[in-house]
Nanobody, 122 residues
């Protein structure tokens, strides 16, 4: 399963960006999709994730500012980021997990996108 992320860029503090990530391939069923980020010198951290059952989690640092949403029909996940702060600057990665047809039936998978840079600076 390949993930293609887009939508990053340079924005001033207080601005907004919308990230998109679409999954492609064949023979798969997605369960969870989410966004992680990694700032220079820091570990990758969860930003937000969403399961097919509707469960959503946000990092405390983005609650009330970021919104994750999904288009199940298009295997796409979005991250609407409002009121951006300089500390939101990072490479943002999308992630997906689920089931894929393997040699002996359904197998689990977890995939990462290539990352998209978000820079919040005046």
């Amino acid at each position: 399963v390949q993930l293609q992320a887009s939508g990053g860029g340079l924005v001033q503090p207080g601005g907004s960006l919308r990230l998109s990530c679409v999954a492609s391939g064949s023979g798969f069923r997605i369960n969870g999709m989410g966004w992680y980020r990694q700032a220079p010198g820091k570990q990758r951290e969860l930003v937000a994730d969403s399961t097919s059952a509707g469960s959503i989690n946000y990092a405390d640092s983005v609650k009330g500012r970021f919104t994750i949403s999904r288009d199940g029909a298009k295997d796409t996940v979005f991250l609407q980021m409002n009121s951006l702060k300089p500390e939101d600057t990072a490479v943002y990665y999308c992630n997906a997990d689920g089931l894929i047809v393997g040699a002996i039936g359904w197998e689990t998978f977890a995939s990462w996108g290539q990352g998209t840079q978000v820079t919040v600076s005046s």
